[in-house]
């Protein structure tokens, strides 16, 4: 299935880097205008974004827990987003359904410093 995003809420910006979340619910984009877009990915609608590194984001993941999205960049700030508990809840659901399906049991913990640094380079 082929899927085209923007990237960006305007027209400023150009898409850089994209990450799906675990439960491939969402996509998160970063954009040329330093803004973090965050998209239901079966719909296309830009469902959040996200505003705050001085430079453009280098790196992103959302954590294994579902609630949070870890970015960082040019001006080396990492920062933890909160997702909203809307989002959270729904790839939380998914991702039990997909265990429920495949029969495997396992639990999701927060990251830690470590898992911070791994997932970002």
């Given at each position: 299935?082929?899927?085209?995003?923007?990237?960006?809420?305007?027209?400023?910006?150009?898409?850089?880097?994209?990450?799906?979340?675990?439960?491939?619910?969402?996509?998160?984009?970063?954009?040329?205008?330093?803004?973090?877009?965050?998209?239901?990915?079966?719909?296309?609608?830009?469902?959040?974004?996200?505003?705050?590194?001085?430079?453009i984001?280098?790196?992103?993941?959302?954590?294994q827990?579902?609630?949070?999205?870890?970015?960082?960049?040019?001006?080396?700030?990492?920062?933890?987003?909160?997702?909203?508990?809307?989002?959270?809840?729904?790839?939380?659901?998914?991702?039990?359904?997909?265990?429920?399906?495949?029969?495997?049991?396992?639990?999701?913990?927060?990251?830690?410093?470590?898992?911070?640094?791994?997932?970002?380079?």
């Amino acid at each position: 299935m082929k899927k085209c995003f923007k990237g960006s809420t305007s027209d400023e910006g150009t898409l850089l880097k994209v990450q799906m979340d675990p439960a491939g619910i969402y996509l998160a984009t970063s954009c040329s205008d330093k803004s973090i877009c965050i998209f239901d990915y079966e719909s296309g609608e830009c469902v959040a974004t996200l505003f705050g590194h001085s430079e453009i984001v280098t790196g992103m993941r959302f954590s294994q827990d579902c609630r949070h999205l870890i970015t960082i960049s040019g001006d080396s700030c990492v920062f933890l987003w909160r997702l909203d508990s809307q989002m959270t809840n729904s790839m939380r659901k998914r991702l039990a359904e997909r265990k429920r399906t495949a029969g495997v049991t396992t639990t999701a913990k927060a990251p830690t410093k470590e898992h911070l640094i791994r997932y970002l380079h």
